[in-house]
């Protein structure tokens, strides 16, 4: 059955997107700088005005996919309409409104950021983005309590204000460098590591559900184990931030066991979405999605699970922390996990949103497998750039300067799988957004995807 207000999804989407094509671009360009320092001038665009958007875009683009699973799965799961979708849209106009200004604010220099990596936002853009928080989460938990309550919607909706919460981390900023990567870390780490990863599980679970046919309950006792090791792990595995920031030195310890327990709720998401399909009696129609759901579990175990695994260690953080390997496995990780998982849920949700049959699968699948290519070989190629500089750097003692030129041929076959990601992510909008005529279907006819659904 679909409901009414599950259109709101459409109107995060698309911001989304416009952001997501944003963020790519910006990274493409970042890229290029790294290969001709020298071709765009530094009082034009500097280096790390480029970065800011980049990460800035990637932060508010998922949060806007979040968003939108959020109003696309709870009135199915609660059946219910959202409560109030007048909210709903003003929660959107105050959050896409603000990251244009910020965006805006870091190309023109219009006011000082905080030098804060992905928290550079000025203060009146943290307090807007707040007010947007709280009415979102009003929104939904008045949609939950007044309707059904499902293991998918108190796993999603322990997210959702967990990342409400942690992000109050980010409006104290004191002066002490120490106490300042702490309390940074507890918003970064703890989104990306911790609550985040039960969104990833809860939407990850309706996916499932959905696509597969199997019972609920078995979906259940999966997610219930999934983010039962998700929160034991990733908690006291912000630890492994805190092994050189001037913290006690129980820290290692502490981050050392807990980080390597991280990559255990990862294999679980693997293990749980390849064994739904195998188990499952629905031949869904959206193959499309199914790959992107299956390749976000895939991807973000290799880059969440064993690319964090590598280095997390303190043994090994000693001499990697601050390289390239750092930025492979960020890049692997954000785009494996949450990248993906948005993909995802867009491209199961829109043909429904828009009454149309899964339309564009072939290019859909194509630019899964471009996208991710791109993402996988720049993975790979930070990975041999950081393993070298490791070793020049920090074994050799040779200047940053001096092993940044020993680095060209990485960086230049990063920018090559640069052009290939930003080639996929144009791929997938275009396959999600323009359907081919033939498969148009008029107003009040069901489509394949809609019964499936029912």
Same mark, same amino acid.
């Given at each position: 059955?679909?409901?009414? !207000?599950?259109?709101?999804?459409?109107?995060?989407?698309?911001?989304?997107?416009?952001?997501?094509?944003?963020?790519?671009?910006?990274?493409?360009?970042?890229?290029?700088? #790294?290969?001709? +320092?020298?071709?765009?001038?530094?009082?034009?665009?500097?280096?790390?005005?480029?970065?800011?958007?980049?990460?800035?875009?990637?932060?508010?683009?998922?949060?806007?996919?979040?968003?939108?699973?959020?109003?696309?799965?709870? +009135?199915?799961?609660?059946?219910?309409?959202?409560?109030?979708?007048?909210?709903?849209?003003?929660?959107?106009?105050?959050?896409?409104?603000?990251?244009?200004?910020?965006?805006?604010?870091?190309?023109?220099?219009?006011?000082?950021?905080?030098?804060?990596?992905?928290?550079?936002?000025?203060?009146?853009?943290?307090?807007?983005?707040?007010?947007?928080?709280?009415?979102?989460?009003?929104?939904?938990?008045?949609?939950?309590?007044?309707?059904?309550?499902?293991?998918?919607?108190?796993?999603?909706?322990?997210?959702?204000?967990?990342? &409400?919460?942690?992000?109050?981390?980010?409006?104290?900023?004191?002066?002490?460098?120490? %106490?300042?990567?702490?309390?940074?870390?507890?918003?970064?780490?703890?989104?990306?590591?911790?609550?985040?990863?039960?969104?990833?599980?809860?939407?990850?679970?309706?996916?499932?559900?959905?696509?597969?046919?199997?019972?609920?309950?078995?979906? %259940?006792?999966?997610?219930?184990?999934?983010?039962?090791?998700?929160?034991?792990?990733?908690?006291?595995?912000?630890?492994?931030?805190?092994?050189?920031?001037?913290?006690?030195?129980?820290?290692?310890?502490?981050?050392?066991?807990?980080?390597?327990?991280?990559?255990? +709720?990862?294999?679980?998401?693997?293990?749980?979405?390849?064994?739904?399909?195998?188990?499952?009696?629905?031949?869904?129609?959206?193959?499309?999605?199914?790959?992107?759901?299956?390749?976000?579990?895939?991807?973000?175990?290799?880059?969440?699970?064993?690319?964090?695994? @590598?280095? !997390?260690?303190?043994?090994?953080?000693?001499?990697?922390?601050?390289?390239?390997?750092?930025?492979?496995?960020?890049?692997?990780?954000?785009?494996?996990?949450?990248?993906?998982?948005?993909?995802?849920? @867009?491209?199961?949700?829109?043909?429904?949103? #828009?009454?149309?049959?899964?339309?564009?699968?072939?290019?859909?699948?194509?630019?899964?497998?471009?996208?991710?290519?791109?993402?996988?070989?720049? !993975?790979?190629?930070?990975?041999?750039?950081?393993?070298?500089?490791?070793?020049?750097?920090?074994?050799?003692?040779?200047?940053?300067?001096? &092993?940044?030129?020993?680095?060209?041929?990485? #960086?230049? @076959?990063?920018?090559?799988?640069?052009?290939?990601?930003?080639?996929?992510?144009?791929?997938?909008?275009?396959?999600?957004?323009?359907?081919?005529?033939?498969?148009?279907? &008029?107003?009040?006819?069901?489509?394949?995807?809609?019964?499936?659904?029912?």
């Amino acid at each position: 059955m679909q409901y009414k !207000t599950q259109s709101i999804a459409k109107t995060y989407w698309l911001g989304a997107m416009l952001i997501f094509a944003v963020q790519v671009l910006f990274g493409l360009l970042g890229g290029l700088v #790294y290969v001709m +320092p020298n071709l765009i001038p530094v009082n034009l665009l500097d280096f790390s005005t480029i970065r800011m958007v980049h990460t800035n875009a990637l932060i508010v683009w998922l949060l806007l996919g979040f968003f939108g699973a959020a109003y696309y799965l709870i +009135p199915e799961e609660a059946e219910r309409e959202i409560y109030s979708p007048k909210l709903a849209y003003i929660q959107f106009a105050i959050f896409f409104g603000g990251a244009l200004a910020a965006v805006v604010g870091y190309l023109f220099h219009i006011h000082a950021s905080e030098a804060r990596s992905y928290l550079e936002q000025p203060l009146w853009v943290k307090l807007g983005i707040i007010v947007a928080a709280l009415i979102f989460l009003f929104n939904i938990s008045m949609t939950v309590l007044q309707g059904r309550k499902t293991a998918i919607t108190n796993v999603l909706l322990f997210g959702l204000w967990g990342i &409400a919460i942690f992000f109050l981390f980010s409006l104290y900023n004191p002066a002490n460098l120490s %106490e300042d990567k702490m309390f940074w870390w507890y918003v970064v780490h703890l989104w990306v590591e911790g609550v985040w990863e039960l969104v990833m599980a809860a939407v990850l679970a309706f996916l499932m559900l959905k696509m597969t046919g199997v019972d609920r309950e078995v979906i %259940e006792k999966w997610l219930y184990v999934i983010v039962a090791t998700a929160l034991f792990s990733g908690i006291l595995g912000t630890g492994h931030h805190f092994y050189w920031i001037g913290a006690p030195g129980y820290w290692q310890w502490i981050g050392s066991i807990f980080s390597a327990l991280e990559i255990v +709720p990862f294999f679980g998401m693997v293990l749980f979405t390849f064994s739904m399909v195998w188990k499952g009696r629905r031949d869904h129609p959206n193959k499309a999605a199914l790959l992107w759901s299956l390749g976000c579990s895939v991807l973000a175990f290799f880059g969440a699970g064993v690319w964090g695994f @590598m280095h !997390t260690l303190h043994g090994v953080n000693f001499y990697t922390h601050g390289t390239q390997v750092t930025a492979a496995h960020g890049h692997l990780a954000f785009y494996g996990a949450y990248v993906c998982l948005n993909l995802a849920i @867009m491209t199961y949700a829109f043909p429904q949103l #828009y009454n149309r049959a899964p339309y564009n699968q072939v290019l859909n699948m194509l630019s899964f497998w471009v996208l991710s290519s791109g993402v996988v070989f720049m !993975t790979v190629s930070l990975t041999f750039a950081g393993v070298l500089q490791t070793h020049l750097e920090r074994v050799m003692g040779m200047s940053y300067m001096d &092993a940044q030129d020993q680095l060209g041929l990485f #960086y230049i @076959m990063r920018l090559g799988a640069g052009v290939v990601t930003v080639i996929g992510a144009f791929l997938f909008i275009y396959s999600l957004l323009v359907p081919r005529s033939a498969e148009a279907i &008029a107003p009040g006819r069901s489509t394949p995807v809609a019964a499936a659904a029912e």
